[in-house]
């Protein structure tokens, strides 16, 4: 069993910034890719930013130059730097990793966290 638990989400105004971290646990060999996801009200759940094994990165036009993803593999963990954020940026944010387990290759979600961007 894999679990995946975000952190990182809050309010925030206008122009600032936050940072999102997702630790992977349990019976893990190795990770593959990894992302962030992100689901507003009323829509579809969206990827922000992705990243490989290797550390190659790919972003939408929404949010690329203001959004940045890295991982630690030592720590299982990938992050989300998110700066001058915009109130349409308010979403909840799930983290997404391709796992593979002993002798099995499974996709997991975290529980998501909230990031709400206001004045």
């Known amino acids: 069993q894999v679990q995946l638990v975000e952190s990182g989400g809050g309010l925030v105004q206008p122009g600032g910034s936050l940072r999102l971290s997702c630790t992977a646990s349990g019976s893990i060999f190795s990770i593959n890719a990894m992302g962030w996801y992100r689901q507003a009200p009323g829509k579809e759940r969206e990827l922000v930013a992705g990243i490989t094994n290797p550390g190659r990165t790919n972003y939408p036009d929404s949010v690329k130059g203001r959004f940045t993803i890295s991982r630690d593999n030592a720590k299982n963990t990938v992050y989300l730097q998110m700066n001058s954020l915009k109130p349409e940026d308010t979403a909840v944010y799930y983290c997404?990793?391709?796992?593979?387990?002993?002798?099995?290759?499974?996709?997991?979600w975290g529980q998501g966290t909230q990031v709400t961007v206001s004045s």
């Open positions: 997404n990793a391709d796992v593979l387990t002993t002798g099995r290759r499974g996709y997991y």
